[in-house]
C-alpha cells in the first residue's frame, strides 16, 4: 500500500512563494500518477496538478505558469512549486496517487497540508 504525508504547507502573504512536499511510501511508487488537489471552504475539491510515471505533467488553468509539480522518485516524493500565490489559492492541499489501471482501484490520498495566502 501507499501512504502519503503531506508537508510544507502555512501562511504567506500575497505574491509569496511555498512549496509543498508529499512523502510516499511504497516499492511501486515510480508506477503512479502523482497529483495535488485543493479544496477550499464551502467549495469543491479541484485538480491543481498532475505527474505521471512519464513526468508527463498536466495543470489547471488558474495555477498554470506558477506552480510546478515534480517528482524525485529515488526519494519518493512529489512537489508542489507555488509562486506568485494569491489569496484564491487559499485552500487544504492534498497528495494523491493513483494506479494508472484504474481496474485495479488503488487510489491513495494525504491528510491535507493548509496553505493560506493573505496580508
Known amino acids: 500500500q501507499v501512504q502519503l504525508v503531506e508537508s510544507g504547507g502555512g501562511l504567506v502573504q500575497p505574491g509569496g512563494s511555498l512549496n509543498l512536499s508529499c512523502a510516499a511510501s511504497?516499492?511501486?511508487?515510480?508506477?503512479?500518477?502523482m497529483g495535488w488537489y485543493r479544496q477550499a471552504p464551502g467549495k469543491q475539491r479541484e485538480l491543481v496538478a498532475t505527474i505521471t510515471n512519464g513526468r508527463i505533467t498536466n495543470y489547471a488553468h488558474s495555477v498554470e505558469g506558477r506552480f510546478t509539480i515534480s517528482r524525485d522518485n529515488t526519494k519518493n516524493t512529489v512537489y508542489l512549486q507555488m509562486n506568485s500565490l494569491k489569496p484564491e489559492d487559499t485552500a487544504v492541499y492534498f497528495c494523491?496517487?493513483?494506479?494508472?489501471?484504474?481496474?485495479?482501484?488503488?487510489?491513495?490520498w494525504g491528510q491535507g497540508t493548509q496553505v493560506t495566502v493573505s496580508s
Open positions: 494523491n496517487a493513483s494506479h494508472p489501471s484504474s481496474s485495479l482501484n488503488l487510489n491513495y
Open positions: 511504497g516499492s511501486i511508487f515510480r508506477l503512479y500518477t
